[in-house]
């Protein structure tokens, strides 16, 4: 349809009640169509082409949202992006205002397809994200989510809070635990919830909620307990190195054993582990991406302390820029060699060459060549979003060197719920 001729479209608009801003949408879309400012994630109604490829990685549903509007009256990103809630649906008598009758069919504003970074002449684009899995495992359990929404968070109590790192203040990385009570809170390993910093910000407005991987297994950092666990790194300066001083961060960091914070979710369906005894999981994670595989290891620990585990290997490529920035590495040292194979990569340590998590897995090719073989293999990358690209070009590279359909077995990952990437 010549896009002259439309009247009326529907609109795609995220939820700023709903929304915990944590960039999974705008990192999911593939024609660039959501952007963001300090406060609300929005979209832009003439690069949306309605594919749907952010709706399922949503994980409270805030962006499942549609309005019927008159093409001439499409919401501005200017409008949106000063929204505190969404607006009502227009009534039929307003769209007839606006010269929209009933016959008229609502459309889709654009249908181009997704803009491409440059590449060299004959270079295909590599694009990681299309390998991601919006499903869970076929054995995962099922997950609870948005229990507590931002509009009616509920009370946790801290009981306990102690640096996890060597480091420095300005590179503290703080393990957290949180007691419930007795409110309900069930959480599974590769779940978030949010926390909401008291106070308002530089508008007047309240803090938003801010998203946390859960470190703890399901029955509770300490078993038994109603309580989480969440590994939380003190923000002092920017991706660029300028000093900010993160308002959760620090909020989290600081609190004391007794404090009373706000929390919302739980979060997540798809970025969970298998039940499934005999699968074999690796987890690829640098600084606090390695929440969640904290989380499924120490499940798996107990499940195998109880005698219940029968055997699925656990491969962990774990990063930081140096050993004293690492988070749990004096505990990752305790654990048996014949339950998880432990690679760390350094990029910072003085007088050794940089190594990255992707230089360790193609280290450790002939191992997973080995494992990308096998359908009961597992695949979690957690962390900054820098690191995604290498570390699926990785596994490419160490399949196709191998003489491999990375294609057949890329797609396999996709949709069988094997690979999970949670950058951010």
């Not at 109604?45 to 990685?57: F, G, Q």
């Not at 590495?329 to 910072?348: C, E, H, V, Y």
């Amino acid at each position: 349809m010549n896009m002259s001729e439309v009247k009326v479209i529907q609109q795609h608009l995220i939820d700023p009640e709903i929304c915990i801003r944590c960039n999974t949408c705008e990192a999911t879309c593939p024609v660039g169509a959501i952007t963001h400012d300090d406060r609300n994630y929005v979209v832009r109604a003439d690069v949306c082409n309605s594919c749907m490829a952010c709706i399922s990685p949503c994980p409270t549903g805030s962006i499942d949202n549609w309005r019927t509007m008159p093409l001439v009256r499409a919401y501005s990103i200017e409008e949106q992006l000063t929204w505190d809630e969404l607006p009502a649906e227009l009534t039929p008598d307003q769209l007839e205002a606006e010269g929209v009758s009933s016959v008229d069919e609502p459309v889709q504003p654009a249908t181009a397809a997704a803009p491409q970074p440059p590449s060299e002449p004959g270079e295909p684009v590599f694009n990681s994200a299309q390998y991601g899995a919006t499903v869970p495992p076929w054995s995962a359990a099922h997950a609870y989510t948005n229990l507590h929404p931002p509009k009616k968070p509920t009370t946790a109590t801290v009981v306990g809070n102690f640096n996890c790192t060597e480091a420095g203040f300005e590179n503290q990385t703080h393990h957290i635990v949180l007691d419930f009570g007795a409110m309900p809170f069930p959480v599974l390993e590769g779940q978030s919830l949010g926390i909401i910093p008291p106070g308002t910000d530089a508008n007047g407005k309240p803090h938003f909620a801010r998203q946390y991987s859960v470190a703890s297994p399901r029955n509770g950092e300490r078993p038994g307990y109603n309580n989480v666990s969440l590994t939380v790194k003190r923000v002092t300066e920017d991706h660029q190195g300028k000093p900010v001083r993160g308002v959760a961060s620090n909020y989290v960091c600081d609190l004391k054993v007794g404090d009373k914070v706000q929390v919302v979710g739980p979060f997540g369906a798809s970025f969970l582990m298998p039940n499934h005894p005999k699968s074999h999981i690796v987890m690829i994670c640098t600084g606090t991406g390695s929440a969640p595989m904290r989380a499924m290891t120490e499940w798996r620990r107990r499940l195998r302390k109880s005698g219940k585990f029968e055997g699925g290997k656990l491969l962990l490529f774990f990063g930081a820029r140096t050993q004293q920035e690492l988070p749990y590495f004096g505990p990752l040292q305790t654990l048996p060699k014949d339950f998880i194979d432990i690679n760390f990569a350094f990029s910072r340590t003085p007088g050794q060459p940089k190594r990255y998590v992707q230089d360790l897995m193609r280290a450790r090719a002939a191992d997973l060549v080995e494992l990308l073989k096998d359908g009961q293999s597992h695949f979690y990358v957690c962390g900054l979003k820098s690191m995604e690209e290498g570390v699926v070009l990785a596994l490419r590279d160490v399949a196709t060197e191998a003489g491999l359909d990375w294609d057949a077995i890329g797609g396999s990952l996709k949709s069988e719920g094997r690979l999970h990437l949670e950058t951010y």
